[in-house]
T-cell receptor, first 112, second 112 residues
Framework: NAGVTQTPKFQVLKTGQSMTLQCAQDMNHEYMSWYRQDPGMGLRLIHY???????DQGEVPNGYNVSRSTTEDFPLRLLSAAPSQTSVYFC???????????FGPGTRLTVT | GNSVTQMEGPVTLSEEAFLTINCTYT??????LFWYVQYPGEGLQLLLKATKADDKGSNKGFEATYRKETTSFHLEKGSVQVSDSAVYFCALSMEYGNKLVFGAGTILRVKS
């Protein structure tokens, strides 16, 4: 099992550009989430999905879109990047009604 | 809303010293509580959890007890090693382990 994989590892964008952060898991987990990690603030939930075709907003969803067309994949789209979106992004997955989330290695995004 | 507060770091200890990292929470209802660890350059891993009051979670020599009366979940280890150097996050969830609310994280540095 590869677990949770994320691409790219690093990305630099200019303000106003768009991009998609990729996330995939091979554990057949129903639940997938995106978090952002900022210094002094821990991780905050952006969007989550309880299964294919179902997504919902977390604590900080503005400026981000998600979709879940398959169980395996949960991409995060930045529509028009802003410097405030400079952060480290983590994708996570878990089995429904289980306690452990499995995190990917993260994507470090810088918006200039 | 729900929130988690944990002691600021960095915490610097010598090898074999005793470790305590304080964590308190605010929640409506009865959350599950977690400690996640992040080693340099990696994603988060679940270290231990407790799902109801007075439960003790333990793993790799680390322990934490769910104290409802003080709304606390302090992390302890009797003898730290250099390999324990990492960032430790306290978190809560109202939905098993999903939609986690994280504290800011505490950097632990262990010197040999």
């Amino acid at each position: 099992n590869a677990g949770v994989t994320q691409t790219p590892k690093f990305q630099v964008l200019k303000t106003g550009q768009s991009m998609t952060l990729q996330c995939a898991q091979d554990m057949n987990h129903e639940y997938m989430s995106w978090y952002r990690q900022d210094p002094g603030m821990g991780l905050r939930l952006i969007h989550y999905s309880v299964g294919a075709g179902i997504t919902d907003q977390g604590e900080v969803p503005n400026g981000y879109n998600v979709s879940r067309s398959t169980t395996e994949d949960f991409p995060l789209r930045l529509l028009s990047a802003a410097p405030s979106q400079t952060s480290v992004y983590f994708c996570a997955s878990s089995r429904r009604n289980h306690y452990e989330q499995y995190f990917g290695p993260g994507t470090r995004l810088t918006v200039t | 809303g729900n929130s988690v507060t944990q002691m600021e770091g960095p915490v610097t200890l010598s090898e074999e010293a005793f470790l305590t990292i304080n964590c308190t929470y605010t929640a409506t209802g009865y959350p599950s509580l977690f400690w996640y660890v992040q080693y340099p350059g990696e994603g988060l891993q679940l270290l231990l959890k407790a799902t109801k009051a007075d439960d003790k979670g333990s793993n790799k020599g680390f322990e934490a007890t769910y104290r409802k009366e003080t709304t606390s979940f302090h992390l302890e280890k009797g003898s730290v090693q250099v390999s324990d150097s990492a960032v430790y996050f306290c978190a809560l969830s109202m939905e098993y382990g999903n939609k986690l609310v994280f504290g800011a994280g505490t950097i632990l540095r262990v010197k040999s």
